[in-house]
């Protein structure tokens, strides 16, 4: 990984290449590959480290010395990259976000939750649009500016803005196909009036659900993967048997002493 992060592996050349891209999917930036290296190597030197301080000295005061040190010097390197962006923020001057246009870019400032929902008025300087499907790139200006189509026309709704859910509020005089501005990722759950509704992708990649005559609350969130849960949970008992372990070798070096 810490190879292929480089400029040795010639991306662009992959840039058009049909079988990388649909094996590979877009790779933004190579250099966040580095953060696999960065996990093994971390793992690798936290081993040679605990070895070699071993190895050094039998005294359990100098070990604890030791691990002090390598936290504080860990510290110190850790608050000393985050610096420059905690000194960009504290120094910019930061008002209550009000109500923006869809043009205005997001300025540093104060959000509560009375006005939580103007973060989503305005836009970003970037990254908007990096996960967006392919089929969302030919509508980027369409989505962020949050239209809803029916039927080939623009229709009119109110929106309201939650953690993790968007809420459509849209009335109708007959039944009607709905093309809502929100991406349809995998794991996206789609509730009209309060109960689960099934959905297609539009032509814009985003939800394009079927509406009946009459008010329709739209609920639009996004449920995480079972995955997610099932990494924790290893991770979880990884932790366990990792200080199971340490327990039992302390106990048994003690016996043979």
Do not use: C
Not at 42 to 65: D, E, F
Not at 82 to 89: H, N, S, T, Y
Not at 189 to 199: A, D, E, Q, T
Request: hydrophobic letters at 40%; charged letters at 20%.
């Amino acid at each position: 990984m810490a190879i292929v992060s480089t400029t040795v592996v010639d991306w662009s050349a992959l840039s058009h290449n049909t079988i990388a891209l649909n094996t590979l999917g877009i790779i933004q930036f190579p250099y966040r590959l580095l953060s696999y290296a960065s996990l093994f190597l971390a793992i690798t030197a936290s081993y040679i480290i605990s070895q070699s301080v071993h190895n050094l000295t039998r005294s359990k005061y100098k070990k604890v010395l030791v691990m002090l040190g390598m936290i504080f010097i860990g510290t110190i390197g850790y608050f000393g990259s985050v610096q420059p962006a905690l000194d960009r923020i504290t120094n910019e001057k930061q008002e209550y976000l009000l109500k923006l246009q869809s043009t205005q870019q997001i300025p540093s400032s104060i959000i509560d939750k009375a006005n939580y929902s103007n973060l989503f008025t305005g836009s970003t300087n970037t990254g908007e649009e990096d996960y967006f499907p392919k089929k969302a790139f030919k509508n980027v200006t369409s989505i962020l500016e949050g239209t809803v189509i029916s039927n080939g026309k623009l229709l009119s709704y109110q929106r309201k803005f939650y953690p993790n859910m968007e809420k459509y509020f849209i009335n109708t005089d007959k039944n009607v196909t709905v093309d809502l501005p929100i991406i349809a990722y995998r794991g996206t759950l789609v509730s009209v009036n309060g109960h689960l509704y099934s959905y297609e992708i539009s032509q814009r990649g985003t939800v394009k659900i079927t509406l009946k005559k009459g008010k329709n609350v739209i609920d639009v969130s996004y449920k995480v993967s079972h995955l997610y849960y099932g990494m924790l949970i290893i991770a979880g008992i990884t932790l366990i048997g990792i200080f199971i372990r340490r327990v039992r070798f302390r106990n048994k070096k003690r016996a043979d002493v």
